[in-house]
């Protein structure tokens, strides 16, 4: 298992109210699966642990994403959380195996799996089915191509509580499937005011022009095509400032993470039809102009509403000529505290 699985110990529709059913929690031992490329999965397992280990729980996580070493999970998280990291281009039977490995290094009160009810590799089940412990599928939309060409039913009812974040799902109705609001790695009282916002993005102080923000945490040939359109919107677009964000480092590029507190201070922002992104942008009133990327699994053209898709650099340049939104406070509800609730007291109450 060498080179395939590393430990890093760091130190520092129906809406179920899960604030009713809150009890002062015994600490727990929660393990994270959040295999999958980008940064979806990432930051869901970030913001979910967040709030557990607020709440006095210990949280193991466990990743594959290219972009994990570039986040500051150290400062994130602190004590009592592990992050596991398996390389982004582990075989399906590394995978597999560093899996296994991870699921038996040590007990645990509660597993939780993002996305893949059967796994990544396909390896979940045959685990599953032996674990004594709460098991909790987060659950959002999937590709039906998916659905149908693997056995997700069958893995879908080894789980003991599903959480639908915030979106349509195929097993929403399941009776022991409860949706949340969409999760975000800041509440609305952590984002930061509009002018600190603008001033981390680079804006001069008495500069009043609206604020532009490209972003992108995909391929790198996809970072490339923000940087580029973004670029070019530069050269098109003088009365608006215009900013690069990105998980990964470059020239031009302002590596601000996590987003979410920033847009307080962001009149526009375009980028992918990504869960998190798409999300945040809602939740704060940031105007979004999205590109629905191609994935395997995430059907990004489904999640975009028609008047947030656009296809090429004159959709996006004639869209913005309407103008962004005024800055303001946003406020908001976030699902991943009701999720934390739920998973605490889970095999209790369901």
């Not at 001033?199 to 940087?227: A, I, K, M, Q, Y």
Request: hydrophobic letters at 40%.
């Amino acid at each position: 298992m060498r080179g395939v699985l590393a430990s890093t110990k760091f130190l520092a529709g129906r809406f179920l109210d899960a604030t009713l059913l809150e009890v002062p929690p015994m600490s727990q031992r929660w393990k994270i699966y959040a295999l999958g490329g980008g940064l979806g999965h990432l930051n869901r397992a970030l913001a979910l642990s967040r709030a557990a280990i607020h709440r006095g729980h210990s949280v193991d996580i466990l990743v594959n994403s290219r972009l994990a070493p570039c986040i500051p999970w150290k400062e994130e998280l602190g004590a009592n959380s592990n992050l596991s990291m398996i390389r982004p281009l582990a075989s399906s039977d590394e995978t597999s195996a560093a899996v296994s490995q991870w699921l038996h290094a040590d007990g645990f009160d509660r597993v939780v799996v993002d996305t893949f009810p059967r796994g990544l590799a396909g390896e979940l089940p045959a685990h599953l089915e032996s674990i004594n412990v709460p098991k909790v599928l987060v659950h959002r939309d999937l590709n039906p191509d998916y659905v149908a060409q693997y056995p997700l039913t069958k893995a879908v009812r080894l789980f003991d509580l599903i959480l639908v974040p915030g979106e349509d799902a195929p097993f929403a109705q399941e009776d022991y499937a409860h949706l949340t609001e969409p999760w975000f790695i800041r509440d609305s009282t952590e984002l930061l005011p509009s002018s600190a916002a603008r001033g981390v993005l680079g804006v001069e102080v008495g500069d009043d022009r609206p604020l532009l923000v490209v972003c992108s945490t995909g391929s790198e040939r996809e970072e490339r095509f923000f940087h580029e359109l973004a670029t070019s919107l530069g050269e098109r677009l003088e009365s608006w400032i215009i900013r690069t964000t990105s998980i990964v480092s470059g020239a031009g590029k302002i590596t601000t993470w996590p987003l979410i507190r920033l847009l307080p201070g962001v009149n526009q922002v375009i980028g992918g039809g990504g869960y998190n992104l798409v999300h945040e942008a809602r939740s704060t009133n940031t105007p979004l102009l999205a590109f629905a990327l191609p994935r395997r699994y995430d059907r990004q053209n489904v999640r975009l509403r028609s008047h947030e898709r656009v296809r090429h650099l004159r959709e996006v340049v004639a869209r913005l000529g309407e103008g962004g939104k005024p800055l303001d406070e946003p406020s908001y509800s976030n699902g991943v505290h009701d999720a934390v609730n739920l998973i605490e007291q889970a095999g209790e109450i369901f």
